[in-house]
């Protein structure tokens, strides 16, 4: 909307948010128009072409010959980027009236100039004229230099649509209005997190009810944990039941809290550029411990709980529930199957905090300052697109090398040749990372292995039965049975209940700890694998066919949103499955148990912890298939053909974006890899592409620039990854020149 003043002149052109609160203004004569840019048909100008620009006046004596828009220019101002406000059919001359004698003697801008109008005010009119008609579509500019609103570059917030109330019509654009409301909170992270919520809701009302029946049924409250007593299979089954629905619950937990702890700790665009400044990077799109120090303590405080809280809920809930043994003077035995009251009154509490605490990342309302993280690769590019970041400008081709050897930042970019290599998924996790996972699966292993290959040596040996009591005698027993039991630490000093529950409560916190080790192994294979998407998304971008940004939250244009951050769901519910069966495996192969002589006997009770040896030998196969996969999938080489090519014309397989996230996710390579050429105004509501966006001219000394693009169109001959799977090389390139990578020239 325009701001006139008193005489009617244009004064300025104010801007409007999502809100319809007016955000800032600019004077008319501070926009900045490049006249290279000013006909469609034309590339933005290169390195090597010098354009004049001028300060001039566009009211009222102004030629329009040439330039079917203003031409109202100013030099670089910091903090803003210019592009003109006004399609060029607003500026474009009316047909003459053949009725009116005087339009055809006397010039349009002096009539237009003693009527008191100006360019902006005619625009004004011819504007308001279409004010009001529905389904108004939006000329699809992605395939022109078009000039497009000024955005502010450090206050343009992310939730701003350009096109507010526009339709997809034929264009394929179209305006978040249509995740407006409460629907925008079931969509992307926000909808991540309410799905999240809800089943943490509803697992803490299965909870109360389960309490309720039990007790009404028992006497719980008396102090009696039992809930069912009979035969000793049947129990063992029933536990084995509950046990397996517990691991369930646990995973799902734990892949919540994880989900949670993502956004949480992903940047804002703000704490991106604070870190960038000091030259250090963050984590985009992955779970990370990084970035800890670069958010709002609140964050970083609330997303600690909510780990913590998910994983302790691993070892209480599995302690929840134990079974305990009778044994009378007679071959049968009775087996009564146990509910720790406290311990389970302990989860509803953990569960009822990852339910306030989830609910609290949603209670600020939708505005320009809330939160929006950039949870996604498609989130921070946009971001960058929208507003480059000056502390990476001129290195589009920094990696994460560079970056951990601090070659980047004002004065330090250099121009170099990019030269391909192999990339498989494993280059793309850092060497700490797989550690973490080398590590935490070695954790969880090598228990395994040394207690399964001590029990069956022990089997086989001398038949000195005394140091470790073998209650079976199936070297793998079902599911339940133990094939050894073990002396706990923690034994009642006396017969009274109160004793004998504090050793028992003791014991199966105990026996449960070994849940711990599964639980950290998820989180670094969830990350590990977090990361092999994250590169190959990024890659997509240099394979030369524009694709969609994948945001996060308020898609525009033809930008989609998900559910999930960067790990897709069919492999995230393969992991849930894989680390159920993992959990559930671990509580069978280590479980308490207590032990007591009949009523009638004076003895104490005994409280043991039992081990079974079919448990450790399936976990051990889980575990296996698991470094398997995980190993496998790493070893592809499935990064996507970016258009390279030699000497000669001849096509070159490798993929810039591939080699760069080397190391794993950086915020400053992702931040490189999005500075459009100088003039240009380049938006991310369409499909974007990477590739060569200036050639730097001929001559030695010719540097050319890579960058995001949604102007980039490549005609791809084969396509195909870098082993050939898909259509092989290329066998016919096309010449080198805008989107494909030469070899031989210098980029900066």
Not at 375 to 382: E, N, P, S, V
């Amino acid at each position: 909307m325009e701001s006139r003043t008193n005489n009617g002149q244009s004064a300025g052109r104010s801007f409007w948010d999502d809100g319809g609160v007016g955000r800032s203004s600019v004077p008319l004569e501070m926009i900045l128009e490049d006249a290279e840019n000013s006909s469609s048909s034309k590339p933005p100008p290169t390195r090597g072409t010098r354009t004049t620009r001028t300060r001039s006046v566009a009211w009222p004596f102004h030629s329009r010959q040439g330039s079917s828009s203003a031409s109202t220019t100013l030099s670089n101002f910091s903090g803003f980027r210019w592009a003109n406000l006004q399609p060029r059919s607003f500026f474009q001359p009316r047909p003459d009236d053949a009725t009116s004698i005087a339009r055809s003697i006397v010039p349009d801008y002096v009539l237009h100039y003693m009527r008191g109008e100006t360019p902006e005010s005619l625009a004004r009119k011819r504007e308001e004229k279409t004010w009001g008609q529905r389904d108004v579509n939006i000329e699809d500019r992605r395939d022109t230099y078009a000039s497009c609103p000024v955005e502010f570059g450090h206050f343009y917030s992310s939730s701003t649509d350009l096109t507010r109330g526009a339709t997809r019509g034929g264009n394929g654009y179209g305006s978040a209005s249509r995740h407006s409301g409460l629907r925008r909170h079931f969509t992307g992270w926000r909808g991540g997190v309410v799905y999240n919520t809800i089943i943490f809701f509803l697992i803490l009302v299965g909870e109360i009810a389960l309490l309720i029946v039990v007790l009404t049924k028992t006497r719980l409250l008396a102090g009696d944990p039992t809930m069912w007593t009979g035969d000793c299979g049947k129990v063992g089954d029933i536990n084995v039941g509950l046990h397996a629905v517990i691991s369930v619950f646990s995973v799902v937990f734990l892949a919540g809290g994880n989900y949670v702890f993502q956004v949480l700790t992903s940047p804002t665009r703000g704490e991106v550029d604070k870190a960038h400044e000091s030259k250090r990077w963050l984590d985009i799109g992955v779970t990370s411990m990084r970035n800890f120090a670069h958010i709002s303590s609140f964050r970083a405080f609330l997303g600690s709980m909510v780990l913590f809280t998910a994983i302790s809920i691993q070892v209480i809930y599995n302690a929840v529930i134990y079974v305990s043994r009778e044994e009378g003077p007679g071959p049968r035995a009775t087996c009564s199957l146990n509910l720790n009251g406290p311990l389970f009154g302990t989860v509803m509490l953990l569960n009822l905090a990852l339910v306030l605490s989830t609910a609290a990342i949603l209670a600020a309302r939708s505005s320009p300052s809330a939160f929006e993280p950039l949870a996604t690769l498609g989130d921070a590019i946009r971001s960058f697109l929208r507003a480059p970041d000056p502390t990476t400008a001129g290195a589009c081709l920094l990696t994460k090398r560079d970056v951990r050897r601090g070659r980047w930042g004002e004065g330090v970019q250099d121009a170099r040749h990019f030269v391909p290599k192999v990339h498989r998924w494993l280059h793309t996790p850092s060497l700490p990372r797989w550690g973490l996972t080398a590590l935490a699966w070695l954790a969880v292993c090598g228990p395994a292995a040394a207690g399964l290959a001590l029990l069956v040596t022990t089997a086989r040996g001398s038949g000195d039965e005394s140091a470790i009591p073998i209650p079976s005698t199936t070297l793998f027993p079902l599911l339940g049975s133990p094939y050894t039991t073990f002396a706990s630490p923690a034994q009642p000093v006396g017969s009274a209940d109160s004793q004998v529950n504090m050793a028992m409560m003791l014991t199966v916190l105990l026996a449960s700890l070994p849940r711990l080790l599964p639980a950290v192994l998820y989180l670094a294979v969830n990350a590990l694998l977090t990361t092999y998407f994250l590169g190959h998304e990024f890659a997509l971008f240099a394979a030369g066919a524009p694709r969609p940004l994948r945001v996060s939250s308020l898609p525009a244009g033809q930008q989609t949103t998900s559910l999930y951050l960067t790990l897709p769901r069919p492999v995230s519910w393969v992991l849930l499955v894989l680390f159920a069966g993992i959990g559930f495996l671990t509580s069978q192969a280590v479980w308490p148990l207590v032990i007591s002589t009949t009523p009638s006997s004076s003895a104490a009770p005994r409280t043991v912890i039992a081990v079974n040896t079919t448990s450790l030998l399936a976990l051990l196969a889980a575990l296996a298939a698991l470094a398997l996969g995980t190993l496998g999938l790493g070893l592809l080489r499935r990064a996507p053909f970016a258009p390279l090519v030699a000497s000669g014309g001849t096509a070159v397989p490798g993929n810039p974006l591939a080699q760069a996230l080397r190391g794993g996710s950086c915020s400053a390579v992702v931040s490189a890899a999005c500075h459009p050429p100088h003039g240009a105004y380049e938006s991310a509501r369409g499909c974007v592409a990477w590739g060569v966006v200036d050639d730097g001219g001929e001559g030695d000394e010719a540097v050319a620039r890579c960058a995001f693009t949604s102007n980039l169109h490549l005609n791809i001959v084969g396509g195909g990854e870098e082993r050939g799977e898909g259509g092989g090389y290329h066998h016919h390139p096309p010449p080198a020149g805008l989107g494909f990578v030469d070899l031989a020239r210098r980029y900066a």
